[in-house]
């Protein structure tokens, strides 16, 4: 091929790719390559436009590491993660939990915990109880489901950027044959995403904040299941639709709600304000 300009090349580099043996692969080359050359030719961009971008994925790049991954970053605050996350669960059953972005923070096989027990190791603030069942399509309860939770501390910090010892607010249980869970936590803090990465520049120089509603975190992982990747949004939060990853749902939000000192759900005597979420999940068939 020869002579190529700027409306025949898209074809030319199209053809290149017949040979592909990989119907899938060359099925998705075919359509990047169409869809990126047209947004080229919509936006024209100048050559030191060009050297920009470039240079702002050869940052990303360099930004990953095994903690790091900025290129995840990306796609969640370009609302990519989100969009394949729908692409892969929309679901309309309300039997069904909805699901939202994993996010940086969770950490493979954390700790196990006893029903009923507390996360807060390390950490102070106000005290929260979660409980709630998992069932499945029809409402029945699932016995033996994990349910891994993660979220971050009353200063919106993770565990993992503070560096500690041991694991703090995330841990392991199972349902028991009646499908509950519940823990004792503190109340979560909406927090920004980190902003120390060509990520954060992104969203600085668009006129974007960093921040993500305060949230606790769940995979549930059963037999026979589909595992849910998702959070529960705290009502009240100022961040809910302005999320910077794009993930809040309403079905997701519930009022942390506050309680006067007394006696707690679980008989616990509370000698200070407490909040209470309760959350019923239902996860589909696989
Ligand atoms: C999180 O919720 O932990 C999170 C999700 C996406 C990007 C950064 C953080
Ligand atoms: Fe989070």
Known sequence: ???LNAENITGAVIEEFSGCQDERLKTILN??????HAFLREV?????????AIDFLTRTGQMCDDQRQEFILLSDTLGVTMLVDALNHQTSDPMV?????L????????????QGASIDWNVEGEPLYVQGRVHDERGEPLANV????????????????????????????TTDDQGRYAFWTVTPAPYPIPTDGPVGKMLEVTGRHPYRPAHVHFMLMADGCETLVTQIFAEDDPYLDSDAVF????????DFRLMPPGEAPDGRSMSSPYRHLKYDFGLKAS
């Open 44 to 52: 024209e961009p100048t050559e030191q436009e060009w050297t920009q």
């Open 247 to 254: 993930g809040v749902k309403d079905s997701l939000v519930r």
């Open 1 to 3: 091929m020869r002579n």
């Open 103 to 114: 996010g940086p923070f969770y950490v493979a096989d954390p700790p196990q915990a006893d």
């Open 146 to 173: 994990v349910v891994d939770v993660w979220q971050s501390d009353s200063e919106g910090f993770y565990d993992v950027q503070k560096e500690l010892e041991s694991a703090s607010l995330r841990a392991r249980f």
């Open 31 to 36: 359509s990047l390559v169409t869809h990126l």
């Open 97 to 101: 939990s909805e699901s939202t972005v």
